[in-house]
């Protein structure tokens, strides 16, 4: 599994895959694998390391969990297969981005298009048996991606973090203030953004204008 990880980030991350909770959350990993139904498929686990390499890293979205329901995650938060219809959080997040940036709807739910430009799209766990939301958290995969935030914080400089509903917003404390850009909003589930936090956050668009300022492409979301 660790060889789906694309070399750019195995330097960064090497310690991290020898200590004990790493090696026992990839026994944990395996063995559900071999058992029973899992999502992502498992060499697609690492899938946002390897579309989004860390040299290239200029933005961050987290997510909490991947889809549970067969044929939906593909290894980067909130995205799903070519053909799949989109879920609830990804309807609205493609509604703000048409709202936000006077562009249509966008018809593909696969964001490998925003990981390939910079976007890393980090759920903070990483595995999910099939249908049972949340069966794989606290098994070691939240340690492991808030090592991947710290990582992200001390090695680079002037990253834009969204960070999108509650759950999010609790990484803050993760990210150097001072080096980075950080935008918090509501999450875009219906829940939140039909009690209005999350439409109208223009996340998009102030990215975009962060980028432009520092002479960085923007992102064509």
């Known amino acids: 599994m660790i060889a789906d990880i694309h070399d750019s980030w195995k330097v960064h991350l090497e310690s991290e895959f020898e200590k004990p909770y790493f ?15 899992c999502f992502p498929p498992s060499q697609l686990i690492f899938n946002t390391f390897e579309k989004c390499h860390f040299d290239d890293l200029k933005i961050v979205i987290i997510g909490q969990d991947p889809y549970h329901n067969i044929n939906q995650a593909n290894g980067l938060c909130f995205s799903v297969n070519e053909g799949v219809t989109h879920p609830p959080s990804l309807v609205n997040i493609f509604k703000e981005i048409a709202n936000d940036l006077g562009i249509a709807y966008p018809q593909s739910g696969n964001l490998e298009r925003w990981a390939k430009q910079g976007v890393f799209l980090l759920n903070a766990t990483l595995t999910v048996k099939a249908h049972e939301a949340g069966s794989h958290q ?3 995969w939240e340690r492991f991606t808030d090592a991947v935030i710290k990582t992200i914080s001390y090695e680079k400089e002037g990253v834009v973090f969204l960070l999108w509903g509650g759950f999010a917003k609790k990484k803050v404390k993760l990210i150097d203030e001072k080096k980075h850009h950080i935008l918090t909003s509501g999450h875009p589930s219906p829940l939140s953004a039909n009690r209005g936090y999350w439409f109208g956050n223009k996340h998009f668009s102030e990215t975009n204008n962060i980028l432009k300022k520092k002479n960085l492409k923007t992102i064509a979301w």
């Open 23 to 37: 090696k026992a959350l990839m026994q944990f990993v395996s063995s559900e694998y071999k058992t029973t139904q």
């Open 138 to 140: 606290n098994k070691g």
